[in-house]
């Protein structure tokens, strides 16, 4: 048998096991392995956590493992590794995220200098293909979900649909063009720290805006793009929802003062729909609402999110007129968490 035929065999194996996600893998063999171990100066044995719905043990060595499945540098592991350990907080609630028949992943955002020590895109394109650290870095722990949590389509993960996300789903935060502080520094953590921040986000969904010169027109146009009938958050006004501003809109924003707490405040004051439409689809989650929502009203204005710190604003992407929006799961619990990379 020569050694291509061989390495099919082994793949084959891996697919038929459902380990892997339906691409080609890179097989772990022990010095690749031992390469990702010595990168990240743990013990291998070490227990990280224990990753719902399964609750399987993972150590730092099945972390390794999946790492190289994935394609990973052992530049990128500590990265891997400080995801591994959000998702697994119990505010992230990873069981609900893993089991839903709702679309969310796991979107791992990377801030601090790591970001240009391993070559993240955080520019052009960030949400796409052509970057080996995005692209492996997601994909293994989308590999951690499945192989250590049982997060396996048809079985424990009930999605209905999914998204694209679930075959990876990592960008980093474009800090250099950002006129304001990152999210990690937002979140407390020094600029000069490494962090890594998961979200249980939908796909992204575009918004473009060619024309407006001016903050108020571009917020407005983002806040009824976020406010949409049967919209997770929408529906449950509850969760965390996330904004991703390019550049070219960030900067026409901040010249006219807004910092991002204004930016939050005025799409939460904006995202909003009457009671009567939201309840066309969304009757049967009433209870789930603040009780300072009249429901008696059927013009009472519901708002995407219960409070403005809800709405998490970043800055990613190139040139261009577009941003992004990302609904999260909704208000069924299931925070952002974020972790520093060790």
């Known amino acids: 048998m020569t050694a291509i035929s061989e390495k099919i065999v082994i793949e084959d194996e891996l697919f038929e096991e459902g380990w892997v996600d339906g691409l080609p893998v890179v097989l772990p063999i022990e010095q690749r392995v031992e390469d990702m171990l010595c990168a990240a100066n743990r013990k291998r044995d070490e227990i990280i956590g224990y990753v719902a719905p399964q609750m399987g043990v993972a150590t730092v060595e099945k972390a390794a493992i999946n790492s190289v499945m994935a394609g990973c540098k052992p530049e990128y ?3 891997v590794l400080a995801g591994l350990e959000a998702v697994i907080d119990e505010h992230f609630n990873l069981n609900g995220i893993q089991t839903t028949t709702h679309c969310a992943a796991p979107l791992m955002v990377v801030n601090g200098p790591i970001r240009k020590e391993i070559e993240l895109n955080c520019g052009s394109n960030v949400f796409g293909q052509g970057f080996r650290a995005n692209a492996t870095i997601g994909r293994a722990l989308r590999f951690l979900l499945m192989n250590i949590g049982g997060g396996i389509p048809g079985t424990m ?3 209905t649909f999914g998204h694209p996300g679930k075959f990876t789903f ?3 935060e474009n800090e250099e063009e950002s006129p304001w502080e ?3 520094v937002e979140r407390g953590f020094d600029k000069n720290t490494s962090t890594v921040t998961v979200f249980g986000a939908e796909a992204p969904h575009s918004f473009q805006d060619h024309i407006s010169n001016t903050a108020t027109n571009i917020l407005t ?3 009824h793009s976020l406010a949409t009938l049967g919209n997770n958050n929408m529906g449950l006004c509850g969760g965390e ?11 026409i924003v901040a010249k006219e003062g807004f910092e991002k707490r204004d930016i939050k405040k005025f799409i939460y004051e904006k995202a909003r729909l009457p009671w009567k439409l939201v309840k066309i689809v969304d009757s049967t989650n009433q209870a ?4 300072w929502i009249d429901t008696d009203n059927p013009e009472e204005m519901i708002p995407l999110v219960e409070k403005l710190e809800d709405i998490i604003v970043v800055l990613a992407g190139g040139p261009g007129r577009f941003s992004m929006g990302l609904p999260g799961w909704g208000g069924l619990g299931g925070l952002s968490v974020t972790k520093e990379i060790r």
């Open 182 to 184: 990152p999210l990690h």
């Open 77 to 79: 592991f500590p990265v």
């Open 170 to 172: 990592c960008i980093g």
């Open 157 to 159: 993960d009930k999605s």
């Open 221 to 223: 146009m983002i806040s």
């Open 241 to 251: 929802v996330m904004v991703v501003l390019s550049p070219e809109h960030a900067a």
């Open 288 to 291: 789930l609402l603040p009780e």
